[in-house]
């Protein structure tokens, strides 16, 4: 699978309000998925966008895909300090038997 | 507990040891994968298991051992390693096939420092 690469690599915002990261890529997907990690832990899978769908809504979590500009987009509203962890994305292509590729991520950081 | 369980959380090791990695999953998934986190690097895809069947994955030093018994298990098995392998190792696992993969369950980790 290819890398996706986040943006803005750091995101620092208030309790309560949006935060908004970006996932850009290279190649044509078969879906696209979005995880966090809090520090020292495993990841945990957030969302799963398919190619064919443009929004998709998770609790708090909306994420955004546009297959023709090769990008998605996360979005975590009214955020809490529970929030802050590094989210990473990964792009999908074929039947993803041979390992999600994972990149630098966004460290989002919620200050109280 | 996220139905990926590695053992240990935590290990010390020399340079001269052996030690093992053990990962098992209990969600019926058909592929497993081992990562590596070293501090200030994104995750590396060290290998991955697909049916039990083994991905070469030739960038890995040959101090990493990894061993698929069966579908649930999953283990690394570690020799004479450097300090800079020193790093969280991860275990994750999918189910794979069909017209579209689902996300990965990926265990805690395991915590290793070599000294």
């Known amino acids: 699978s290819q890398q996706g690469e986040e943006d803005p690599q750091a995101l620092s915002i208030q309790e309560g309000e949006n935060a908004t990261m970006n996932c850009s890529y290279k190649?044509?997907?078969?879906?696209l998925q979005w995880y966090r990690q809090n520090s020292g832990r495993g990841l945990v899978h957030l969302i799963l966008?398919?190619?064919?769908?443009r929004e998709k809504h998770s609790g708090r979590l909306r994420v955004t895909l546009d297959t023709s500009k090769k990008s998605s987009s996360l979005l975590i509203t009214a955020s809490r300090a529970a929030d802050t962890a590094s989210y990473f994305c990964?792009?999908?292509?074929?039947?993803?038997?041979?390992?999600?590729?994972f990149g630098k991520g966004t460290h989002l950081i919620i200050q109280p | 507990e996220t139905g990926v369980t590695q053992t240990p959380r935590h290990l010390v090791m020399g340079m001269t040891n052996k030690k093992s990695l053990k990962c098992e999953q209990h969600?019926?998934?058909?592929?497993m994968y081992w990562y590596k986190q070293s501090a200030k690097k994104p995750l590396e895809l060290m290998f991955v298991y697909s049916l039990e069947e083994r991905v070469e994955n030739n960038s890995v030093p040959s101090r990493f051992s990894p061993e698929c018994p069966n579908s649930s298990h999953l283990f690394l098995h570690l020799h004479t390693l450097q300090p800079e392998d020193s790093a969280l190792y991860l275990c994750?696992?999918?189910?794979?096939?069909?017209?579209?993969?689902?996300?990965?369950?990926f265990g805690s980790g395991t915590r290793l420092t070599v000294v």
């Open positions: 990964a792009p999908v292509g074929g039947g993803g038997a041979d390992g999600l590729t």
């Open positions: 994750a696992s999918s189910q794979v096939g069909g017209r579209a993969n689902y996300g990965y369950t």
């Open positions: 190649t044509s997907i078969n879906n």
């Open positions: 966008i398919r190619s064919n769908e």
């Open positions: 969600l019926g998934h058909n592929a």
